[in-house]
């Protein structure tokens, strides 16, 4: 039982096509990630949400736009997609007061051609 | 802000032998580290971490690593590796509140026979 599922594992796209992609926990953490593993392998992350509420938002495009219909999942939609988006996107849960412990999914391929 | 700087970006090493991954980070403010292993086409996951108490943790698998205050430090350490050791490894620093991870480059290790 994946603790931590994302779907795809992975997309290929067109420039300038809209793409989501989704995120569900069943650890039953209160926050939610999403990061971004650039060709470097560079992490950086994008988005924080705690039950529901977006907490951090790192200076990202506004093409990026997550969404979290319940705390269980925190899905990432991208509008207007760049050859720069091309990345592996993880997402990630904990308990907040955790100590920072991130449980992460396998992640999802972006690749924009 | 907190930054993290992994100073190998790839260490060979042969088999049974002992390792070291270098970390240095950088805080205004107490902070906890965590180092994370990424295999091939995975997420991460945690390794081990330092919250507070014994400057030295381990993992299960052999793997320590002791946060130095003054150097600010907290490199990886293993006496024997095995060829099941090479993945990729990233150092990572939260503040006390521990909701956003700061990771570093990451360090490939490569386990050679």
């Known amino acids: 039982d994946t603790a931590v599922s994302q779907t795809p594992k992975y997309l290929v796209t067109q420039m300038g096509n809209d793409k989501s992609i989704k995120c569900e926990q069943n650890l039953g953490h209160d926050t939610m990630y999403w990061y971004k593993q650039d060709s470097k392998k560079f992490l950086k992350i994008m988005f924080s949400?705690?039950?529901?509420?977006?907490?951090i938002n790192e200076t990202v495009p506004n093409r990026f736009s997550p969404k979290s219909p319940d705390k269980a999942h925190l899905n990432l939609h991208i509008n207007s997609l760049e050859l720069g988006d091309s990345a592996v996107y993880f997402c990630?849960?904990?308990?907040?007061?955790?100590?920072?412990?991130?449980?992460f999914g396998e992640g999802s391929r972006l690749t924009v051609l | 802000a907190q930054s993290v700087t992994q100073l190998d970006s790839q260490v060979p090493v042969f088999e049974e032998a002992p390792v070291e991954l270098r970390c240095n980070y950088s805080s205004s403010v107490s902070v906890y580290l965590f180092w994370y292993v990424q295999y091939p086409n995975q997420g991460l996951q945690l390794l081990l971490k330092y919250l507070s108490g014994s400057t030295l943790v381990e993992s299960i698998n052999g793997f320590e690593a002791e946060f130095n205050k003054s150097q600010t430090s907290f490199h990886l350490r293993k006496p024997s590796v095995h060829i099941s050791d090479t993945a990729e490894y990233f150092c990572?620093?939260?503040?006390?509140?521990?909701?956003?991870?700061?990771f570093g480059a990451g360090t490939i290790l490569r386990v050679k026979s």
């Open positions: 990572a620093v939260s503040d006390l509140n521990g909701n956003k991870l700061v």
């Open positions: 990630a849960s904990s308990q907040l007061q955790g100590g920072g412990e991130l449980f």
């Open positions: 949400y705690n039950n529901k509420e977006l907490i």
